[in-house]
């Protein structure tokens, strides 16, 4: 335990200015709820913590009454500043699974009323939202638009390019449920496919090409273990974007991506919330690029 706690201090020391915690798909209630409920506990202990991220399917199944109020009351535990975005859980599937028991879409006006509830829940103005963190401009997007199982409606990418156009000169960082096309290898049958990629591709690729300042980009949805090699590897970067992979809780062993926010570089430590450790093989730096 003494081992651990001089750990976490020499770990937190390193990285002084600004601490955010990501979780990757919480799927709440899903499985290993104990589990989930201890990272929080795990969290609250870290007194650096400046704000903590979920990344979307912050529902487990389909986004039903009973689970957003479980997920308000799960996330009720947590002491940091908690920022939140959708993901295709939330509100894109029918209460009702299909005569096969599988998730089946939902009629728009059942999948618009559950992004009203999303935001309900989490007292949102709007879905998507950006926040200023020193010198850094923290973007978030929500899924929006049922074409895709991630994708961002016209009308959220209109802002999103404007946020970008206003704060040309600050540093940015994208929270988004999906991740950018190709910055995963095709570990498996679904990696790099249309609706496990940031939609719509064209569109955020010309945004991306248009805005050097926009450098970090952090997702889920994928559920990429942190024991898969392309979790953190050169395959991550696309264009002058490093793409930052988040694994979801509902794994036996739950990790979490920690941002060290500096003055001029972004660290990125992953840990093992099972072992109570850091894992230094997946140690990142990013930095912050010169536009």
């Not at 024991?227 to 988040?246: D, G, L, M």
């Not at 739950?254 to 450790?277: G, K, M, P």
Request: hydrophobic share 35%; proline share 5%.
């Amino acid at each position: 335990m003494i081992k651990y706690l001089l750990g976490l201090c020499f770990a937190f020391s390193l990285y002084a200015n600004m601490h955010i915690v990501v979780l990757g798909d919480p799927h709440i209630p899903g499985k290993h709820l104990d589990a989930k409920e201890q990272v929080l506990e795990q969290i609250n202990r870290w007194s650096d913590v400046d704000s903590v991220v979920a990344m979307g399917d912050l529902c487990s199944m389909t986004g039903t009454e009973e689970e957003y109020a479980t997920v308000k009351a799960y996330f009720s535990k947590l002491h940091k500043p908690l920022y939140v975005i959708t993901g295709n859980h939330d509100f894109i599937y029918a209460d009702e699974l299909d005569n096969n028991g599988k998730l089946q879409h939902a009629p728009r006006e059942i999948q618009d009323e559950k992004l009203r509830r999303f935001q309900k829940t989490f007292d949102l103005p709007k879905l998507y939202y950006s926040v200023e963190k020193e010198s850094y401009l923290l973007i978030f997007l929500s899924a929006d638009n049922p074409e895709h199982l991630a994708q961002l409606s016209a009308e959220q990418l209109s802002w999103f390019e404007n946020e970008l156009k206003t704060h040309s000169k600050m540093p940015t960082i994208v929270f988004f449920h999906a991740p950018l096309g190709h910055t995963l290898e095709n570990y498996n049958h679904w990696a790099n496919t249309p609706n496990f990629i940031a939609q719509p591709k064209e569109t955020l690729h010309q945004i991306i090409l248009s805005n050097p300042q926009l450098f970090l980009w952090v997702s889920g949805h994928t559920h990429t273990s942190a024991k898969e090699p392309s979790f953190a590897s050169s395959i991550n970067r696309y264009e002058q974007v490093t793409n930052i992979h988040n694994s979801d809780m509902n794994k036996e062993t739950i990790w979490s991506n920690s941002l060290f926010l500096e003055e001029n570089r972004v660290r990125i430590q992953t840990y093992d919330h099972q072992t109570h450790q850091w894992i230094p093989s997946l140690e990142r730096t990013i930095l912050v690029p010169k536009f």
